[in-house]
C-alpha cells in the first residue's frame, strides 16, 4: 500500500517511515499542510496519515480539502490534542479513525491494518491467482500455501501487477507506485526488479509478460 504521512515532527515521522516500510509499504513523507495537499493532488494513495498540527495549512484544512474533493482516501488522524471536541471536529470532517500523541508504534500498525480492512471487501483481503495466494493485510505471499520470501518492493510489485490483472501496468506506474519522490529512477531498476520476482514465482503457475515498449502484463490465470 502507498502511505502518506503528513507529519513535521522530523523523529516521529522517521519512525513512522521506517515502521510501516518495514511493513512492505511504500510511505512518503509530507512536511507540512501545503506539501501534503499538492502530493495528494499528484498522486494516488492508499492510506493517509495526517497530524493536526501541521505548518503552513493544519492538518483539518488538508482534511477539508480532501473531503471537498470527494476523495474517499482513509484518514487517520494525529494529534497531541486530547479533547472531545477535537475529536468530533475531525471525525465531523471525514476522519475514518484519530490517534492520540503520545502512542505506542505497535498501535498505529494496528490503526493501519484496520483502516486497509475497513477499505477493502471481506473478499478484498487476499487475491487468489493460480496456485498463489496474497494476504494483502498480512503483507505476505504463499504459493500453494507455503511462503515466498519477497523484499518490500518484490512484495509491493506483486500487489500492484495482480490488482490489474489482465491490463498492461506500465514502466511509469511501477516508478510511482514503489519509488514515489525518489530522484533519478532507471528504467532497468524496474527490468531488476521484474526479473528477480520471475525468478521467485518460477514454481508457480504465473507468467509476467513483458509489452514490448509498455510495460507488464500478469494476465487472468489459467
Known sequence: MRILVAEDDEMLADAIYRTLSQNAHLVEIAKDGGAAVNALMSAEYDLLILDIGLPV??????????????????????????????????LDLGADDYLSKPFHLFEL????????????????????????????????????????????????????????????????QIIDQLYGWEEGMASNAIEVLVHRLRKKLEHSNCNIQTIRGMGYLVDHAP
Open 57 to 90: 495549512l493544519d492538518g483539518l484544512e488538508v482534511l477539508r480539502r480532501l473531503r471537498q474533493k470527494r476523495s474517499e482516501l482513509p484518514v487517520l488522524m494525529l494529534s497531541v490534542r486530547d479533547s472531545i471536541q477535537d475529536r468530533v471536529t475531525g
Open 109 to 172: 500498525e494496528a490503526r493501519v491494518r484496520a483502516l486497509i480492512r475497513r477499505a477493502h471487501s471481506p473478499a478484498g483481503l487476499e487475491i487468489f491467482h493460480g496456485n498463489l495466494r496474497i494476504d494483502l493485510v498480512g503483507r505476505r505471499l504463499y504459493c500453494q500455501d507455503q511462503a515466498i520470501d519477497l523484499t518490500s518492493r518484490e512484495f509491493a510489485l506483486v500487489e500492484l501487477l495482480f490488482m490489474r490483472v489482465g491490463r498492461v501496468v506500465t514502466k511509469q
